[in-house]
């Protein structure tokens, strides 16, 4: 599924729309070259969780945390990893449990030991530099990450099952 936001205001507003399908032990992988959104459309998808505190960048801290709706939410980012093994270093596989839903930035940058997405978010930058915003394609990656993506693509049957 691939969608095209405009401004900001669109990734802002996909986060909101993606924030109520997420459920507990879900991973989901941003990827996207910098600026392209992916720290936006967390930050979103937070604050429509009901998350009124800041929503900073991982890339120094490797993971920010939230605990909302009694769900953890781990925001991770890997830009900053020379190598992919220090994910398992930093013992990082803890966080990907079954009452925590994991956001990652930079997915690609801990390959082959993130465990992997049921939803992957691609970011980019239009083609050509006369038109703004990005393009976002959505990719299921799993049962569950389908459900969701059906429900994205046809809100009026949210909340059913
Ligand atoms: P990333 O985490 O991918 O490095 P950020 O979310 O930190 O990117 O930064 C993205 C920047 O681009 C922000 O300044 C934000 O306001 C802007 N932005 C986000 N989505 C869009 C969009 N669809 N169109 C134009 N600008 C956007
Ligand atoms: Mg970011």
């Given at each position: 599924?691939?969608?095209?936001?405009?401004?900001?205001?669109?990734?802002v507003?996909?986060g909101r729309?993606?924030?109520?399908?997420?459920m507990?032990?879900?991973?989901?992988?941003?990827?996207g070259?910098?600026?392209?959104?992916?720290?936006t459309?967390?930050?979103?998808?937070?604050?429509?969780?009901?998350?009124a505190g800041?929503?900073?960048?991982?890339?120094?801290?490797l993971?920010?945390v939230y605990?909302v709706?009694s769900?953890?939410?781990?925001?991770?980012d890997?830009?900053?990893?020379?190598?992919?093994?220090?994910?398992?270093?930093?013992?990082?596989?803890?966080?990907?449990?079954?009452?925590?839903?994991?956001?990652?930035?930079?997915?690609?940058?801990?390959?082959?030991?993130?465990?992997?997405?049921?939803?992957?978010?691609?970011?980019?930058?239009?083609?050509?530099?006369a038109?703004?915003?990005?393009?976002?394609?959505?990719?299921?990656?799993s049962?569950?990450?389908?459900k969701?993506?059906?429900?994205?693509?046809?809100?009026?049957?949210?909340?059913?099952?």
């Amino acid at each position: 599924m691939k969608r095209e936001l405009p401004d900001e205001a669109a990734t802002v507003a996909l986060g909101r729309q993606l924030a109520p399908l997420l459920m507990p032990g879900m991973v989901v992988w941003l990827d996207g070259d910098l600026g392209a959104g992916k720290t936006t459309l967390v930050r979103a998808l937070l604050r429509a969780l009901g998350y009124a505190g800041p929503v900073k960048s991982p890339t120094y801290t490797l993971v920010e945390v939230y605990v909302v709706s009694s769900i953890y939410w781990y925001h991770f980012d890997f830009y900053r990893f020379s190598d992919p093994e220090e994910f398992a270093d930093a013992g990082l596989d803890e966080y990907f449990r079954d009452d925590a839903v994991c956001l990652v930035e930079w997915p690609e940058k801990a390959a082959g030991f993130v465990p992997p997405a049921d939803l992957a978010l691609h970011l980019r930058f239009p083609a050509h530099d006369a038109c703004a915003g990005r393009i976002v394609e959505l990719l299921a990656r799993s049962e569950r990450g389908l459900k969701c993506l059906t429900a994205l693509a046809n809100p009026a049957c949210q909340g059913e099952d």
